[in-house]
Every structure is written in C-alpha cells, then in structure tokens.
C-alpha cells in the first residue's frame, strides 16, 4: 500500500500496512448464491507483525452502512500472547443505509473514540455491514492507519491559539457544547491541519478578471 | 471524528476564512483607536479592549460574520476530504455536472461561431460614453436579440436530472414495496412529514403566522401589532441569528428589508458602494455576450409580468454587474459546478492567459432575472439591491441548477416533492402517473424559479421569509406537493398533461401559508 506523498501533518505518522481484500460473510454456498452478502471483514496487517500503537484510522466510505473495528492486541508483559479486541462498535456511517447520506463521505476515527487503548496493535480487523439490498457493492477506500507520533511542536501557531481563554465564564449550556479544554487542546491539531490543507492565499479578492486590461475571448475552453 | 474535534476544525475553518476579511481590519483599527478611550487601562488591556469592543457593538457584528459564515458550512469538514469532495461528495454526481456543464460550454460556443461574435470585448471609447448616459434607462434600448437564444431553459435541465443514475444502486425493474413512481431515481435522502413537521415547527397551527388573515387559536391584530414590536427590536439589537429565528413567523412587510439584510449579513458601508461602482465600471468597459443573454431573458420574463416590467432597468444593472463580481467565485468552493474558462486571443492553453468566463462563472439560462425581480420591491438602491441578491444567489439559487446531493439542491426537492405526493395523495399520483402526466413535469419550472413570477408577490416574499428563516430550500418543494394538494379534486378529473398544466397554470390566487400549514399539519398521516 502506497503512503501518500506528506504534504500535510496527517499522514508523518501512517503506518505501511497491507490492506487484505474484502471477504464477504455470508451462509451458503458463496460461488452460487445470488444474494448480496451484507457483511464484508478487511484485515489491515502491520508489515513483519511489528505492533504499533495507534493514533488513527481514516477511510473513504463506499456504501457501507455500520462499522465495527477489532483489534489484535499484544500483551507487553507476554509478546507471544495476543488478543482480538473490540475497540468500536457499530459505529454508523450511513444515517440511513437505503439513501445516499454519508455514503461516500471520509471518516477518521481517533483513539479516543475507541473502547480501549489502542497500543501494541498488530493487526486491524474492519467488520463491514450494509443491512440494505439496494446497492450493488459495498466496501471502504483509502483506508490509511496512522500511528502516534513524537510530539508536534515546531509548527508555528497563531498567538491568540495558545492563550485561548475557558470558555468556564460563560453561562454553561447543559449537553450542548463540548468540553472546552479538549477542545482547544485538539483546536491546535485541527489549526496546523487546516492551514496546510487550504490554500494558503489571502481570502480577500482583489476583483480583476482581466489580464492587464485585457479581456477579449474567442471560444470557451473544454479542458 | 468526534465532536470537540469537529467543533474546533469548523472553529479553525471560520477564523481562517474572517481573518483578512473587512471585518477584521475595521475591528483592528477600532481596537487601536480604543486605547485613547479613558475606560481602557494598561494593567486589564486585553479585558478592557473586549469590554469596549463589546459594548461599541464590534461583538455583535462578529457574531453575525460568524453566523454568516456557520450558515454556509455545508459538510462537517474533514480535513482529508479533498476539496471536490467538499464540492460534492458524490461521484457520479460530480461527473454528470460535468458533463451537463460541457452541454452548456458546446452550445454557448456554437452560438458564438454562429453569430461570430467574441465571447467578450473591450467597448471602443464612444460606445462607452454612449453607455454611461444610458445607464439608468438600459431598457429604453432595442438592440436586436433575435438571433440571440437561452443557452437553455429549466424543461432541459430536468430531462438530464431525470437521467441521473447511481451506478452502484440496483435499479431492477420489478415494482415492489419501495417503487418510486416519479421522474427522479437517485436514492437521497429526504425528511418525511414527521421530520418536516419538526423541522418547520414554527408553521404550526399553534404558533401566529404573518400570511393568515384569520386564526382560531391566536387573534391575528394582536399577533400583528406584537410581532412587529419584536421585529423593531431584533433590528435595534442588530442580532442576525435572531433575526433568522424571528423571521420564521413572516417579516412585516415595513421591516422586510432590513431584516433580509441582517439575516444575510449585507452591509452598507461606503466599501460596498464603492465596490458596486467599480462593477458598473467594468460594464461599461467591456461588452459580453452574456449581457445579451441576460437582456434577451428580462425581455421574455420580466417585461412581460404585470408586477415586474417597471423594475427592467435595475435589472439589467443589477445583472450586468453581477456577472463581473469576481466574488461570486468563492462560492464555487461549495457548489459542485465550476466555471467555464478560457484563454486570452491568441493564447490558447498558455495559464498566465486563462480567464473565467464570464467573470462570476455563472452562465444564465432562461428565467435566471426573475431571481433577482421580487427583491426590487424591497431595495431602490441599486448597491443594495445587488448585495443582497449576490448573497442570496450564493447562499440558494445555485443550488437550483446544479446537480449536487446536497439537501436543498434540486435533485433532493424533486425527489422530496415527488415522495410527498406518492406518500400523501398516492390516488392523485397514481392518476397523474397513468395518463403520462408526471407532477414533476409541471412543478419543476416552479422549484427552479423559487415560484417567482408564479405566485402574487406578497405571497412570494412571504415564502421567501420562510427561506431564509429555516437557511433551506425545502419549504418550496412542500410547497409544491401543498399545491397539488389543493387542487387534487380538479387533477383526478384531468385526462392529459395538457389539462392538468391548465390546472396549475394560475397560482396567483394562491395563499402560500394556509397551504402549507394544511399540508404539513392537517394531513392525516
């Protein structure tokens, strides 16, 4: 599997894994069934089963409606022993598994979204299920494992970002608004991450659709 | 992602889009100028400077830019998504508007060859002149348009939506429990009425509306005289989100107009005069082909409309300068259409000479004036009549004819009319269905015009209200789906497409709110 070229902060930490090909889970006899299997399991293995503490997993979805993560799991004390894991459990993509909501949309999920911590992981095990009979295919695209990395600290933060005051003073909303103090702790992440990903020009536009006073055109163009 | 992340990536998304915005200069130099105001001590700088800003209402237009901008976010951005993701997310959506946009390009060339004339010139100095003393009276003028045709009309766009497939969804043949009758088989996801109810909870019998003469539960002179109050003092506070809020229950019509300003976050500073002027320069200076286009299309459509034909001249201002807006391209980022380009004369293929065209990026089809018609009857300033249509093009109107998944686009409210009918009247449908009249065929032309110059105007406005109010499209396809409703006795009479258009062909009678109000409320589920 190829890493993408780093030009963002996101992928410093993937992991080379190979991606094995989708095996679909279904009874019967899989040669002449006509049925569309609902489930389908990914193996994602980390290169000579070197473990690896993870950071994250991020995917492309492709219709599938709910995921559930296992993981392999070493004992540190014992490396010969180790355990498959639950770490998420349907976890739904699809709000709605007939329709197109989230269908094709890109997830990451953090280790702090799973059920338990995510060190010393040889192996990812994706369990895939799309209850609907409407689609033709399911599966996941681009999925990339990163893991956690030494700490960030010569990109360059906007002032006003470390000095980010609680937001404790303000009349508290039960249940609406999330913690603030991981909030601004995963504000910086999201900070260097948005500045590398979008374009790093001025949002003022200057207004000229000219070019030096120019503007004859002919034909429009097709490419 | 879970949520403190998602939370600080729009946070990050929106400080990055408001730093370097006009805003942020003006607030920069009015925090300079505060440090000479007695109340501002050295020791609490940085409280003293908050206080002050805040209480000279500097928060408050913060609040409202942040508002405007939370408005727009349309996918919850994660950051891995590439950004024709974030344009649409769905593959062969993005690729049938490309190819609905190469259709457009083919016929725009065509008739560029075929009338020989350029894409775009600069006016010789005399023409200039000429165009200067006329600019207020543009309709006076009779240039001949006939070789001149729409690039295309909504009955096209519908045929390529119909087309739409989702190569991945299994469209057997066999009718079965969860057959849809209607013109439009991708399989978006739409409210159903439980959702709509919830959704548009304000529109309930329960609550005063601005649109009914008479309530049996909330005397309509009290609520009137009420709301209004309200309304002044929601544009004392200058508060966009509670304007937006308030605006749920109608606008009274003296307050419409400020208040589509507040919500929409349209300003009046000498900046965005100065702007407008400088658009109008550009007009003068070069010629398009789209101008006659748009002059083509106010000839067909508006001049021709009893309520109006008097505004024809802003209109021609309002358009021309609009298609020179270079801003309108960021909307771009969101919209899953691109603009047509091209090169300079004699440089073809060479980047320092690609241009857009036309300059916004928006190539108008028929019936695109009468977007901007009914606003004429809030705004006589041509300044703010223009930054207020601008905002609403690129908050709503390009949803209208795009192919996008998006909630409000056109794809969803056919596919949301076409199911509440199937849901709700399925006799109608049915009938409609079998004699080859498919309700879509009539409606779209409604959807695509936001029923503009379909519906009186007060009632039109009144709809619109609801637009902005509710930041969604879809109350024009319940709308839709109410009207059929209401005239479903005549329809189940109606043997051919013909007669069930003459059915529908006068809604000028219609009272947009009780309509919906019956639909959403009284229909037994």
Redesign the interface.
């Known amino acids: 599997m190829d890493l993408i070229p780093g030009s963002s902060s996101m992928y410093d930490n993937m992991v080379a894994c190979s991606v094995k090909a989708p095996v679909s889970l279904q009874i019967g006899n899989m040669v002449t069934d006509t049925a569309n299997p609902g489930v389908l399991v990914i193996d994602v293995t980390s290169p000579e089963c070197t473990s690896f503490n993870l950071q994250e997993i991020s995917f492309k979805n492709n219709y599938t409606a709910f995921l559930m993560v296992r993981l392999h799991k070493q004992d540190p004390n014992s490396p010969g022993n180790a355990k498959w894991v639950t770490c998420l459990r349907n976890y739904q993509l699809m709000p709605c598994p007939h329709t197109e909501e989230g269908a094709q949309d890109y997830f990451s999920i953090s280790r702090q979204q799973m059920l338990i911590e995510p060190d010393n992981i040889t192996a990812v095990r994706l369990i895939l299920r799309q209850p609907s009979s409407v689609w033709l295919n399911f599966g996941l695209e681009e999925v990339r494992i990163s893991e956690t990395g030494k700490d960030d600290s010569e990109k360059t933060l906007p002032s006003w970002i470390s000095s980010l005051t609680p937001v404790g003073q303000a009349p508290k909303c039960q249940n609406a608004v999330p913690d603030p103090d991981k909030i601004s702790s995963s504000i910086q992440q999201m900070w260097a991450l948005t500045e590398v990903m979008q374009s790093s020009k001025t949002t003022a536009r200057v207004g000229r659709f000219d070019v030096d006073g120019c503007y004859d055109i002919n034909l429009l163009s097709y490419t | 992602?879970?949520?403190?992340?998602e939370?600080?990536?729009t946070?990050?998304?929106i400080v990055?889009?408001?730093?370097?915005?006009?805003l942020h200069f003006q607030m920069e130099r009015q925090a300079k100028e505060c440090l000479n105001h007695p109340s501002v001590q050295l020791e609490t700088l940085k409280e003293d400077v908050k206080q002050y800003l805040r209480k000279s209402g500097w928060e408050k237009k913060l609040q409202n830019a942040v508002y405007q901008e939370l408005n727009m976010i349309h996918?919850s951005g994660?950051?891995?998504?590439p950004p024709e993701?974030i344009k649409e997310?769905?593959?062969y959506m993005r690729k049938a508007q490309a190819s609905w946009e190469?259709r457009i390009?083919?016929s725009?060339?065509s008739m560029?060859?075929e009338l020989s004339i350029?894409?775009?010139?600069?006016r010789p100095i005399n023409e200039q002149k000429e165009l200067l003393t006329k600019w207020n009276e543009m309709g006076t003028d009779e240039p001949d348009l006939s070789h001149f045709r729409p690039v295309y009309a909504p009955k096209d766009f519908l045929e390529v939506l119909i087309n739409l497939r989702?190569?991945?969804?299994?469209n057997s043949d066999q009718p079965s429990a969860?057959s849809h009758w209607g013109l439009i088989q991708?399989?978006?996801?739409?409210k159903d009425l439980s959702e709509l109810r919830e959704f548009f909870s304000e529109l309930s019998l329960g609550y005063g509306q601005l649109g009914i003469e008479e309530s049996s539960q909330v005397p309509q002179d009290i609520f009137e005289n009420e709301h209004a109050r309200i309304g002044r003092k929601v544009l004392a506070d200058q508060d966009s989100a509670a304007a937006e809020q308030y605006i749920r229950q109608g606008s009274p019509t003296e307050l419409r107009a400020e208040l589509w300003g507040l919500i929409l976050n349209v300003t009046s500073e000498p900046e965005d005069i100065m702007?407008y002027e400088?658009l109008t320069t550009?007009v003068v200076q070069?010629d398009l082909l789209v101008d006659n286009l748009f002059y083509k299309d106010v000839k067909l459509t508006a001049s021709n409309d009893d309520y109006y034909f008097v505004f024809e001249d802003f209109l021609y201002q309002v358009l021309l300068c609009f298609s020179?807006d270079?801003?309108v391209?960021?909307h771009f980022k969101y919209n899953s259409a691109t603009p047509?380009?091209?090169?300079?004369?004699g440089n073809?293929g060479i980047e320092?000479?690609a241009?857009?065209?036309p300059?916004n990026g928006v190539i108008p089809f028929h019936g695109f004036s009468m977007y901007v018609a009914p606003l004429c009857f809030l705004y006589n300033e041509p300044p703010k009549l223009y930054s207020v249509f601008r905002e609403m093009y690129m908050r709503y109107f390009f949803k209208l004819h795009s192919i996008s998944?998006s909630s409000s686009g056109i794809v969803s409210l056919c596919l949301q009319f076409e199911t509440l009918l199937q849901t709700h009247l399925p006799q109608l449908f049915y009938h409609l269905h079998e004699i080859s009249a498919q309700p879509l065929r009539i409606a779209f032309k409604w959807m695509v015009r936001v029923f503009s110059g379909y519906l009186a105007t007060d009632q039109l406005l009144l709809l619109w209200d609801r637009i902005l109010g509710y930041n969604s499209l879809e109350i024009i396809a319940v709308l839709a789906a109410a009207v059929f409703a209401f005239r479903a006795e005549n329809l189940m009479e109606v043997t051919s497409l013909a007669a069930a258009e003459a059915v529908l062909a006068d809604l000028s009678t219609l009272k947009v709110i009780p309509l919906l109000q019956i639909f959403l409320f009284a229909t037994v589920t």
Do not use: W
Request: hydrophobic letters at 30%; glycine letters at 2%.
């Open positions: 992602m879970d949520e403190g992340t939370l600080s990536s946070i990050a998304q990055h889009k408001l730093s370097g915005s006009q996918t994660n950051p891995i998504a993701h997310p769905l593959t190469k390009l083919k725009l060339n560029c060859t350029p894409l775009a010139r600069k989702n190569p991945n969804f299994d969860s991708v399989p978006l996801r739409v702007y400088q550009s070069h020179r270079t801003t391209l960021e047509p380009k091209s090169y300079i004369r073809l320092e000479f241009v857009v065209y300059p998944s």
